[in-house]
């Protein structure tokens, strides 16, 4: 088993900023990255470190998303600007460790004023 720790949620007003982190204590392989369900809907992809080792992000979230590593791949994050309140969602991260991939607990992040 691996645990998936995230961290960096919270209530932000529109336009503002927060940097989510997501810690395993070991290396992950891709994919590695965030999706996240807002009320109502289903999981979506917002961004990824894919096999091939490129990155997608959502269309949604383009240039004002960025997901990052830490050079060991234990710990990614996903820095966000210029949040909306569609933003609102549980982020949860995920990575492939072996040949499961596992996901974290989520994270909540409100975007309102």
């Known amino acids: 088993q691996v645990r998936l720790v995230e961290s960096g949620g919270g209530l932000v007003q529109p336009g503002g900023s927060l940097r989510l982190s997501c810690a395993a204590g070991r290396s992950a392989a891709n994919p590695m990255g965030w999706y996240r369900q807002a009320p109502g809907k289903e999981r979506e992809l917002v961004a990824i470190?894919?096999?091939?080792?490129?990155?997608k992000y959502a269309d949604s979230v383009k240039g004002r998303f960025t997901i990052s590593r830490n050079s060991a791949a234990t710990t990614v994050y996903l820095q966000m600007d210029n949040l909306k309140p569609e933003d609102t969602a549980v982020y949860y991260c995920l990575g492939l460790y072996g040949s499961q991939t596992f996901w974290g607990q989520g994270t909540q992040v409100t975007v309102s004023s």
């Open positions: 470190f894919n096999r091939d080792r490129t990155i």
